[in-house]
Structures are given as C-alpha cells and as structure tokens.
C-alpha cells in the first residue's frame, strides 16, 4: 500500500496512538497487526509510545500532508523535551522517530535512567472524554495527559483515570478513553501541585520555543535572584533546602510524585546542571517548588526583552496584589512568624512580590538583629587553665627528685588544654599573667638545685663549693657564695630547704 484511502482528522492535542486507534476501527481491522503495516509500513512495536517511530513512512503514506516535524510537533511528546536538549540531541531524536528503530531513545533522552517510566500509563480525564464525545462525537487520548508528572487534567482540574486494559493486554487491543476499567492516578484531596504542573507541563508542550526561551534564559536562576535564594551568582543552598522541604508537605507524594519528593538532592543537580537532560517533569515541579505557576511563565519576559520589560513586569507584579482580605492576612501570617527569620516566614515571597512596600517598611521598622552564638566559653576555660597552671607548679615543687626547672613547656606539659592555649593565647589573658609569674629565674633554679644536693647527698667534712656546685649540676654558678653560705646555715640549723 502506497497511500492511505483515509485517515481520521486529528483533534486537538490527540496522541498518534489515538488516531492509529480511530483509523483502525474506520477501515474496520481485524489486528492491530494489519494496521500496523497499513500506517507504517511494517509491524511497529512503538506506536502506543508517547514517542513513536516509523512516522516517515506515515507521512509518506498520507502524501505529505502532515510532515514528520509536524507529526512529532503536534501528535508526540517530543516538545515537551525540546527545552531540555541540545540542538544535536533534538535532530537525533526525531532521526530516530523517523525510522523504523525507537532503540534507545527513551534512554537517549534520560528517561529510563529517570525510573519516571514505572509510573507511565494510559490516562484520560472523565470531563475531557464527556466533552470530546460531544463535541467531536467520540473520546481520544490526549497527549499530555500521558506525560510524566501529569496525574491531574491541565484543563479540567479532575484526578486522570488510569485505563486498565481487558485481560492483560496491553495496547495494542486499540481502546479508547473508557472502554475498560479505570481507577484514579492519584487518591489525595490536596492536588494544588499536581494541578500546577499539569498547567505548565501543558504549556511547555504546546509552547516549546517559548520554553526553550524559558530555559535559555535561565527562569530558574532568575526566580532563585528574586526569592533571595541567590546572591551574587552562587547558590544559597540551605536557604533553598529548607524552602523545598516545606513546599514538599503541600505537595502530594504519590505516583510519580513520590521520587520527587523524597529528598532535595535532585534539586540542588539541577540547579548546578548536573544532570546531563532534565526531565520535564521535575523542571516543571521544581517551578512549582520556587512557587511558580503557568501564569508566571508566560508573563516571564525576563532578558527576553531586558531591563525595560522586566521592570514592566515587576511594576506590574507589585499592582497585581491581591485583595484587601488576602493581603491582611498574608501580613497577619508574615507577622506572626516573629520567631523566624525574614525569609523563612510564611508568605515571604508572596508579599515580596505583591506588597513590597509594606514588606520594606517592616523591615526598616524590625531590624533583625544578629546575634553571635557564643560556641567557646573563653573566659571560664581560662580561669580553669590558671587553676591548673597553678597546681602543676605546685607539683613540680613537691617532686622529691632532682629540682626540674620551671619552664613554660614543663608547666604546659601537665595542662589539659596546652594546645588550645599555644594556638590561641590571646584568649587566656588570666593564665598568661599566672604563667609568668611562675616561670622560675635560673638564679632561683640554682638556688633550689643547690638546697637539694645539700639536703639529698651525703657530703664529705671538708668540701669544696665547687664540689655542691657539680653535684646539683650547676656549671656556670649564678648565685653567690653568701647565698651557698646561707643554705648551709640553713642546713646546719636543720630548716626545711
Ligand atoms: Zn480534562
């Protein structure tokens, strides 16, 4: 077959499968088989994929009518990835949509690695199926609702339905939305994120050029600036941390959003572009982290046309307030964090955004005052240290053995925190003091030194001064003989030398 007899009209945001599923119950198929070679030419393994192969061939076959760029555009989730890679990346993945063989291009783009897959299904939304039955006359599968992250419809709001396919089969037994059992993607009543991301997934599938803007421009970086969670071009991550931490208890943590949720390592690599290809999923979901919604990133002008525009936006953020009510209490909120810092306080960025001039004016009227966590009781560790210093000296005296002189190091030796004090002396002025009135003169370590020869060693009737002089071991005396004479007397007498 060179060229199909018909084909069905895609709608809006239909999925190729879906209308491989619509082309197969027109020409009435018996297989899926059948199909399969009448569309692509040969049996396609990936046609329920959110990134099929074979399209040349289709596009081909339906005379070039819609060309494989526009196929991949408009029927794929290939845009929704195009941010995220290169310009190579990006030729090789539709190279590879184009031809028979998808080999590896899930892994090429990070997917596989990303373990999202696990949670990839057929989902639909219950109010988008009543809706397309009426207005189009039959349902389809809607493409971004089989996105990665997308559990909620970006339109309606409603949990998505799981579809469960009869007896085990798996796609290719060509079902539309609610023909078989279903059950919801998410049980949780909170869905706020779940309903952001979906709205900006959305966006970023039908918008890609103005999400490779966003990107390019660097979104991320320039909210982290104007959250103060950047400053002067380096991240401040425990500030970043502590935010995602407490936007991750609104969040829900099922389905996929479990992996994102779990810790904020992925966080901190994403913003440091560790990640070779980003998945849109937690691009998007990090937006939502940085309490962005699809609003902001279609007002994001930021560099895009500079300064002029940017200020334009901000002005117009600042007018955009909220009303009376909202802003009372997001001020009552803000002020009754008092025990926190600035930014850490409930609804900081959302009045720094929308009230700034109240904001600033508080804070001129509330200096924060830093105050210094004393970690090292200096003064007490130098009172106890001249204590010490004091009983080692006392010590040294009392040793009934040869007199050692008293040095420094001899008086440190028998201290606890010697080290502390050698490192950082000028923090034990006491002891410094103590220290240096104990240190002993070497007139006074001889006179001791010569009381003990006197008092220790039996010493002939008639000796020589030289004699008591080389027993204490004194080789250059600097003491006089008057004073020897008084020890001697002192000996004589039988005082306590
Ligand atoms: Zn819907």
Same mark, same amino acid.
């Given at each position: 077959?060179?060229?199909?007899?018909?084909?069905?009209?895609?709608?809006?945001?239909?999925?190729?499968?879906?209308?491989?599923?619509?082309?197969?119950?027109?020409?009435?198929?018996?297989?899926? $088989?059948? *199909?399969?070679?009448?569309?692509?030419?040969?049996?396609?393994?990936?046609?329920?994929?959110?990134?099929?192969?074979?399209?040349? *061939?289709?596009?081909? $076959?339906?005379?070039?009518?819609?060309?494989?760029?526009?196929?991949?555009?408009?029927? *794929?989730?290939?845009?929704?990835?195009?941010?995220?890679?290169?310009?190579?990346?990006?030729?090789?993945?539709?190279?590879?949509?184009?031809?028979?063989?998808?080999?590896?291009?899930?892994?090429?783009?990070?997917?596989?690695?990303?373990?999202?897959?696990?949670?990839?299904?057929?989902?639909?939304?219950?109010?988008?199926?009543?809706?397309?039955?009426?207005?189009?006359?039959?349902?389809?599968?809607? $493409?971004?609702?089989?996105?990665?992250?997308?559990?909620?419809?970006?339109?309606?709001?409603?949990?998505?339905?799981?579809?469960?396919?009869?007896?085990?089969?798996?796609?290719?037994?060509?079902?539309?939305?609610?023909?078989?059992?279903?059950?919801?993607?998410?049980?949780?009543?909170?869905?706020?994120?779940?309903?952001?991301?979906?709205?900006?997934?959305?966006?970023?599938?039908? =918008?890609?050029?103005?999400?490779?803007?966003?990107?390019?421009?660097?979104?991320?970086?320039?909210?982290? *600036?104007?959250?103060?969670?950047?400053?002067?071009?380096?991240?401040?991550?425990?500030?970043?941390?502590?935010?995602?931490?407490?936007?991750?208890? =609104?969040?829900?943590?099922?389905?996929?959003?479990?992996?994102?949720?779990?810790?904020?390592?992925?966080?901190?690599?994403?913003? $440091?572009?560790?990640?070779?290809?980003?998945?849109?999923?937690?691009?998007?979901?990090?937006?939502?982290?940085?309490?962005?919604?699809?609003?902001?990133?279609?007002?994001?002008?930021?560099?895009?046309?500079?300064?002029?525009?940017?200020?334009?936006?901000?002005?117009?953020?600042?007018?955009?307030?909220?009303?009376?009510?909202?802003?009372?209490?997001?001020?009552?909120?803000?002020?009754?964090?008092?025990?926190?810092?600035?930014?850490?306080?409930?609804?900081?960025?959302?009045?720094?955004?929308?009230?700034?001039?109240?904001?600033?004016?508080?804070?001129?009227?509330?200096?924060?005052?830093?105050?210094?966590?004393?970690?090292?009781?200096?003064?007490?560790?130098?009172?106890?240290?001249?204590?010490?210093?004091?009983?080692?000296?006392?010590?040294?005296?009392?040793?009934?053995?040869?007199?050692?002189?008293?040095?420094?190091?001899?008086?440190?030796?028998?201290?606890?925190?010697?080290?502390?004090?050698?490192?950082?002396?000028?923090?034990?002025?006491?002891?410094?003091?103590?220290?240096?009135?104990?240190?002993?003169?070497?007139?006074?370590?001889?006179?001791?030194?010569?009381?003990?020869?006197?008092?220790?060693?039996?010493?002939?009737?008639?000796?020589?001064?030289?004699?008591?002089?080389?027993?204490?071991?004194?080789?250059?005396?600097?003491?006089?003989?008057?004073?020897?004479?008084?020890?001697?007397?002192?000996?004589?007498?039988?005082? =306590?030398?």
């Amino acid at each position: 077959m060179d060229r199909l007899l018909l084909f069905p009209e895609p709608f809006p945001d239909e999925s190729l499968y879906s209308l491989a599923v619509r082309y197969h119950r027109l020409v009435a198929n018996d297989s899926y $088989r059948r *199909t399969s070679q009448e569309l692509f030419g040969t049996y396609s393994r990936t046609c329920g994929s959110v990134l099929p192969c074979c399209l040349a *061939t289709l596009s081909q $076959r339906l005379e070039e009518k819609y060309s494989v760029a526009e196929l991949v555009d408009s029927r *794929t989730l290939l845009p929704l990835y195009k941010p995220f890679l290169s310009n190579d990346g990006y030729e090789s993945a539709l190279h590879c949509m184009r031809g028979p063989h998808g080999t590896g291009l899930k892994m090429s783009l990070g997917m596989t690695a990303s373990g999202l897959l696990k949670h990839a299904s057929f989902r639909y939304c219950e109010a988008c199926m009543q809706h397309d039955a009426d207005y189009y006359g039959v349902s389809y599968w809607h $493409r971004i609702h089989m996105a990665a992250g997308v559990c909620t419809c970006p339109h309606h709001g409603n949990v998505l339905l799981r579809a469960s396919f009869p007896e085990g089969a798996d796609w290719r037994c060509m079902q539309l939305p609610g023909e078989s059992t279903s059950t919801p993607v998410l049980s949780e009543s909170s869905l706020g994120a779940a309903y952001s991301v979906a709205e900006m997934q959305f966006w970023g599938l039908s =918008n890609p050029q103005r999400a490779c803007e966003l990107v390019r421009e660097d979104f991320l970086r320039w909210r982290l *600036t104007e959250m103060g969670m950047l400053q002067q071009g380096r991240l401040r991550e425990q500030a970043i941390n502590s935010h995602v931490e407490r936007r991750f208890s =609104n969040s829900t943590h099922e389905g996929e959003f479990q992996s994102v949720t779990v810790d904020t390592e992925w966080v901190m690599r994403l913003l $440091r572009r560790r990640r070779r290809i980003v998945q849109p999923f937690r691009y998007y979901f990090l937006c939502w982290l940085l309490e962005t919604s699809a609003e902001d990133l279609v007002e994001f002008q930021h560099k895009i046309c500079p300064r002029a525009l940017r200020m334009n936006s901000l002005v117009k953020d600042r007018c955009d307030s909220g009303s009376p009510v909202e802003i009372a209490e997001r001020r009552r909120n803000f002020q009754s964090d008092r025990d926190k810092k600035l930014h850490d306080r409930q609804g900081y960025y959302w009045l720094y955004r929308h009230d700034r001039d109240w904001l600033q004016n508080y804070v001129k009227s509330y200096p924060f005052i830093r105050t210094r966590k004393v970690y090292v009781d200096w003064f007490s560790r130098d009172i106890a240290l001249s204590n010490e210093l004091v009983t080692a000296h006392a010590e040294i005296m009392a040793e009934k053995d040869k007199p050692k002189k008293i040095t420094k190091s001899a008086l440190l030796r028998r201290v606890q925190n010697h080290y502390g004090f050698l490192r950082k002396s000028s923090k034990f002025p006491k002891s410094i003091q103590v220290l240096e009135s104990l240190l002993e003169t070497e007139h006074d370590y001889q006179l001791r030194k010569v009381a003990w020869a006197l008092k220790e060693l039996q010493l002939p009737k008639n000796y020589a001064i030289s004699v008591i002089m080389r027993l204490a071991g004194i080789r250059i005396r600097q003491i006089s003989h008057l004073e020897i004479e008084d020890l001697l007397q002192a000996r004589g007498n039988g005082d =306590n030398l």
